[in-house]
């Protein structure tokens, strides 16, 4: 799939995602518990490529996303994508 962003990670990263996932030796079922020594689990140990926290999704903006999806509150929705397509 492309321009797919989720909260779960972003298309354009999704494989260097998988392989930071293998490399880590991590066993876990949930894919977003685990250190994928990146950018984000750096800055907090709960996060990662894999688990994008909301303010990066925020930053990194949704106008190349054909498909979106976060674990966020509606108001959120109302937000971002008030002023989209009007």
């Known amino acids: 799939f492309e321009r797919v962003c989720v909260n779960k990670g972003y298309s354009y990263d999704a494989h260097q995602t998988n392989l930071r996932f293998q490399s880590s030796g991590s066993h876990s079922i949930s894919r977003s518990e685990y250190n994928a020594h990146d950018i984000y689990s750096k800055q907090d140990q709960r996060q990662n490529r894999g688990k994008v926290p909301f303010s990066s999704m925020k930053e990194i903006g949704f106008e190349d996303c054909d498909y979106v ?18």
């Open 69 to 86: 999806a976060m674990e966020e509150p509606h108001i959120q929705w109302d937000n971002i994508f008030r002023n989209w397509y009007r």
